[in-house]
C-alpha cells in the first residue's frame, strides 16, 4: 500500500528554520499533485503548500515568502522547508498526494503527520 512517512519536525525558537521531508513509496507519485498541511491544536486543517505534477507550486497566504515546497524525484522525497517560523506556525504537519496531476482536489492519501513547535 502507499506510503508517505514524514520526518524533520520539532522544536524550534522563532524566526528559526526546520526542514520536512516526506518519503514516498508504492505510488507513482510523480505524476499527481503533493502537498503539505497542517493542523493547529483545536484548529482545522488548513493546506500549506502543494506542488503539481509539472512543478507549478502554491502556498497559502500565511506561510507565503518564508515556506518553499520541492520535491527530488531520484529520492522519492517531498520537502518543506521553513525559514522565518513563527509560534502561529505551531501544528502537527501532514504530507498528503493525489488524486489529480493539479490540486484542484483534496488528497486522497496521508501521512501520519511530523509536529512542528514554535516557541516565542
Known amino acids: 500500500h502507499v506510503q508517505l512517512v514524514e520526518s524533520g519536525g520539532g522544536s524550534v525558537q522563532a524566526g528559526g528554520s526546520l526542514r520536512l521531508s516526506c518519503e514516498v513509496s508504492?505510488?507513482?507519485?510523480?505524476?499527481?499533485?503533493m502537498g503539505w498541511f497542517r493542523r493547529k491544536e483545536g484548529g482545522r486543517r488548513e493546506g500549506v503548500a502543494s506542488?503539481?505534477?509539472?512543478?507549478?507550486?502554491s502556498f497559502a497566504e500565511s506561510v507565503k515568502g518564508r515556506f518553499t515546497v520541492s520535491k527530488d524525484i531520484a529520492s522519492n522525497t517531498l520537502f518543506l522547508q521553513m525559514n522565518d517560523l513563527k509560534p502561529e506556525d505551531t501544528a502537527m504537519y501532514y504530507c498528503a498526494a493525489g488524486p489529480l496531476r493539479s490540486c484542484s482536489a483534496l488528497p486522497n492519501k496521508w501521512g501520519q503527520g511530523t509536529q512542528v513547535t514554535v516557541s516565542s
Open positions: 508504492r505510488y507513482r507519485w510523480v505524476n499527481y499533485c
Open positions: 506542488i503539481d505534477a509539472d512543478g507549478y507550486t
